[in-house]
């Protein structure tokens, strides 16, 4: 249960951009991408994130502790898919999402 939270409130960090002073941060697996870490209690999150052209936050991907589908207990690739931004009060937020397991694989539900 604390894994899959852990693994949650990573990646739910990103909808809240103020949270991202706590992350450390390296570059992503090419230019559009960052990688932000968080410890959380005894779990260490890494998160991918990455944005379109136009800097707006495209996709988040990370490992999340769970059962998709009824496999076993592990790590699996979990993601958000960030459809549309809204500004709230000065910031610049996620408004419309699409999450699930398996993301960015071929076993992704669409």
Excluded: K
């Excluded at 809240?16 to 932000?36: E, I, K, L, Y």
């Amino acid at each position: 249960m604390t894994r899959s939270a852990a693994g949650r409130l990573g990646g739910e960090d990103v909808l809240v951009p103020t949270a991202f002073a706590n992350a450390g941060w390296t570059q992503g697996s090419d230019p559009d991408t960052a990688v932000a870490t968080w410890r959380i209690d005894r779990v260490v999150e890494t998160v991918e994130l990455r944005v379109g052209p136009d800097g707006q936050l495209v996709d988040v991907q990370l490992q999340r502790w769970g059962t998709p589908d009824g496999a076993p207990y592990g790590r699996y690739p979990f993601g958000v898919r960030v459809e549309a931004e809204t500004r709230f009060g000065g910031l610049t937020l996620p408004s419309v999402l699409r999450a699930g397991w398996r993301h960015g694989t071929a076993r992704h539900r669409r």
